[in-house]
């Protein structure tokens, strides 16, 4: 196995193996037979996922999974090795993702660059004929509110919440797989751009806002369920 690889397999195969065996995890020398490495290979690996809050390791007792604990970064390695987040984590990324890209929508208003108006022009123009060809818009979604971002210039803020991105790759084409609500996507995403070419944050920080409450009612709605019941299993899914 390459070492780039092993770090989310491993991640993702004590998730599991947790589920399966009631909490216990497989020791160092079963992880390295069971991955075909080294135990210093395995021992690092560990290590990585214990400053993430993912394991503890405790001496002369084992391995266990801390999930519940873990880091902003560890979720979107879940998120990466494919494992599902907890429906409460999901409508949260949502709601703090909104929180960020209302503020860098207004940033974006004082700081972008025609460079980055223009990415954003060619950005909606794909759009356009993903719709037209009947495709969805999970790709263009995201690279409209990162450009946004990016157009802080504030490069911490765009690590911060291309995570965000990170952790609802497989979600957001399960939401744009409704033709009305790719179109509906489309034409708020044309009313911020204009906004943000006349440099108005109040009107874009708005429009930003009513955007990203439509995404936060639909998984608030998943959550919910109509009777105040929660799908996990849909949500574990998406």
């Given at each position: 196995?390459?070492?780039?690889?092993?770090?989310?397999?491993?991640?993702?195969?004590?998730?599991?193996?947790?589920?399966?065996?009631?909490?216990?995890?497989?020791?160092?020398?079963?992880?390295?037979?069971?991955?075909?490495?080294?135990?210093?290979?395995?021992?690092?690996?560990?290590?990585?996922?214990?400053?993430?809050?993912?394991?503890?390791?405790?001496?002369?007792?084992?391995?266990?999974?801390?999930?519940?604990?873990?880091?902003?970064?560890?979720?979107?390695?879940?998120?990466?090795?494919?494992?599902?987040?907890?429906?409460?984590?999901i409508y949260e990324t949502v709601e703090?993702?909104?929180?960020?890209?209302?503020?860098?929508?207004?940033?974006?208003?004082?700081?972008?660059?025609?460079?980055?108006?223009?990415?954003?022009?060619?950005?909606?123009?794909?759009?356009?004929?993903?719709?037209?060809?009947?495709?969805?818009?999970?790709?263009?979604?995201?690279?409209?509110?990162?450009?946004?971002?990016?157009?802080?210039?504030?490069?911490?803020?765009?690590?911060?919440?291309?995570?965000?991105?990170?952790?609802?790759?497989?979600?957001?084409?399960?939401?744009?797989?409704?033709?009305?609500?790719?179109?509906?996507?489309?034409?708020?995403?044309?009313?911020?751009?204009?906004?943000?070419?006349?440099?108005?944050?109040?009107?874009?920080?708005?429009?930003?806002?009513a955007h990203l409450q439509g995404a936060?009612?639909?998984?608030?709605?998943?959550?919910?369920?109509?009777?105040?019941?929660?799908?996990?299993?849909?949500?574990?899914?998406?």
């Amino acid at each position: 196995m390459k070492e780039n690889n092993l770090l989310p397999d491993l991640a993702a195969f004590l998730y599991q193996q947790s589920k399966a065996q009631n909490g216990r995890l497989p020791s160092e020398r079963e992880l390295a037979d069971h991955f075909s490495v080294s135990r210093g290979q395995v021992r690092e690996a560990l290590a990585i996922l214990e400053a993430m809050r993912i394991v503890e390791r405790r001496a002369k007792s084992g391995i266990y999974l801390t999930t519940n604990q873990a880091s902003v970064d560890a979720m979107a390695l879940f998120a990466r090795a494919g494992v599902p987040l907890d429906p409460i984590q999901i409508y949260e990324t949502v709601e703090l993702r909104k929180i960020h890209e209302i503020k860098a929508a207004e940033l974006a208003c004082v700081r972008a660059t025609e460079e980055n108006f223009e990415r954003l022009r060619e950005i909606l123009q794909l759009s356009e004929q993903k719709l037209a060809a009947g495709e969805g818009l999970a790709r263009e979604d995201r690279d409209f509110h990162l450009e946004i971002v990016r157009a802080t210039k504030n490069s911490v803020f765009h690590k911060v919440c291309s995570v965000y991105y990170i952790m609802g790759e497989q979600r957001l084409p399960i939401y744009f797989n409704d033709p009305d609500r790719g179109r509906r996507s489309h034409a708020e995403h044309i009313r911020i751009f204009e906004a943000l070419q006349r440099r108005d944050g109040n009107l874009a920080q708005a429009l930003m806002s009513a955007h990203l409450q439509g995404a936060e009612s639909y998984w608030k709605g998943l959550i919910d369920g109509p009777d105040g019941d929660r799908p996990l299993q849909t949500l574990e899914k998406a």
